[in-house]
């Protein structure tokens, strides 16, 4: 056997040794959670609580939460697979961002391109009118946009966004016609839902929460109705087979070893099993879930067929 042979061999095994013994170790250094949206919202609210609940489970290391803003989560997933990738760099990633942002052609990344380890939770999808609406019933509502096709204004944040094609979904299931009216942040539709800009808005639960009593939520795509709201129905419940929103996890580079993999998709779901952690964000309104890396492409596959349709129905797609 020829020298370099010889010495290529040692080089793998120790390599392979090397792997090996991270994996053994991990995580005995400071994690880097990289949230790429601005400071405030869903993904930042529950990262620190994440954060939090690290420190005091795994005293040899610590979880510093990073905010990197931009197009709409787009930047810093475009970076992602130039990140570090030994498990010490993890980005929060959502669906349906993932797979709907690339077919506008605006982002530097493919669906494929994202590496998704685990998704933790849902917030689920949520029809919400200003306080002041004379709709005061899902039913009205539906009742009016039957009346006046195409007249009725549904708020919601950005295209092409699980906003957006939750309000395709409706119009689609509820046989109906209303118009999707975009806003840059939740700020703004806010402040066009308070002055009854807009006729409703398409949104989430926690938001009915924090806006509740200045806003009415009229139904959820929840499995049951929440205790904030026990008169609310579901939208199973008012004839739509519809429980969904936005998900939520953390994805690594795809170059981070399978063993890796697994250990950040264990210690994300050992976090969020944590019977406090449950109970703050069950009462703020987020649906928790358990997507496991090995249940990933099975459960990204049928999401993503899922956004597409919507996609279509939009006619945002052929």
């Given amino acids: 056997m020829k020298l370099h042979s010889i010495l290529a061999g040692v080089a793998l095994g120790l390599a392979a040794f090397g792997a090996h013994a991270q994996a053994q170790n991990y995580p005995d250094k400071q994690i880097q959670y990289i949230i790429p949206f601005p400071a405030?919202?869903?993904?930042?609210?529950?990262?620190?609580?994440?954060?939090?609940?690290?420190?005091?489970?795994?005293?040899?290391?610590?979880?510093?939460?990073?905010?990197?803003?931009?197009?709409?989560?787009?930047?810093?997933?475009?970076?992602?697979?130039?990140?570090?990738?030994?498990?010490?760099?993890?980005?929060?990633?959502?669906?349906?961002?993932?797979v709907l942002q690339p077919l506008e052609g605006s982002v530097q990344y493919k669906t494929e391109d994202i590496t998704p380890v685990y998704f933790y939770h849902f917030t689920a999808d949520a029809i919400v009118v200003p306080g002041s609406s004379p709709y005061k019933t899902y039913q009205e509502l539906v009742q009016a946009a039957k009346a006046k096709p195409g007249t009725l204004n549904i708020a919601g944040s950005g295209s092409l966004s699980a906003n957006h094609m939750a309000h395709e979904r409706w119009n689609?299931?509820?046989?109906?016609?209303?118009?999707?009216?975009?806003?840059?942040?939740?700020?703004?539709?806010?402040?066009?839902?308070?002055?009854?800009?807009?006729?409703?808005?398409?949104?989430?639960?926690?938001?009915?929460?924090?806006?509740?009593g200045k806003m009415r939520l009229l139904a959820v795509a929840s499995e049951k109705r929440h205790p904030a709201f026990p008169d609310v129905p579901t939208f199973r419940e008012v004839g739509l087979d519809w429980v969904d929103g936005a998900y939520r996890g953390v994805a690594v580079p795809k170059a981070t070893p399978k063993d890796i993999q697994k250990?950040?998709?264990?210690?994300?779901?050992?976090?969020?099993?944590?019977?406090?952690?449950?109970?703050?964000?069950s009462a703020a309104g987020y649906d928790l879930v358990d997507i496991s890396v090995d249940q990933m492409p099975d459960f990204v596959a049928k999401r993503t067929k899922s956004y597409l349709q919507d996609a279509k129905d939009a006619g945002l797609v052929k």
Wanted: charged letters at 20%.
């Fill in 172 to 212: 689609k299931q509820a046989a109906v016609k209303t118009t999707y009216v975009p806003f840059k942040g939740t700020g703004d539709l806010i402040s066009s839902m308070m002055g009854s800009h807009v006729d409703a808005a398409m949104t989430y639960l926690p938001f009915a929460i924090q806006q509740k």
């Fill in 263 to 281: 250990k950040v998709s264990n210690i994300m779901a050992e976090l969020n099993s944590d019977p406090d952690m449950r109970s703050k964000l």
């Fill in 40 to 98: 405030g919202g869903e993904s930042d609210y529950v990262a620190r609580l994440q954060a939090e609940l690290f420190k005091n489970k795994y005293k040899q290391s610590s979880m510093l939460v990073l905010n990197k803003a931009g197009a709409g989560g787009g930047l810093a997933w475009s970076q992602l697979n130039t990140m570090p990738a030994d498990g010490y760099t993890i980005v929060g990633v959502n669906l349906p961002h993932i």
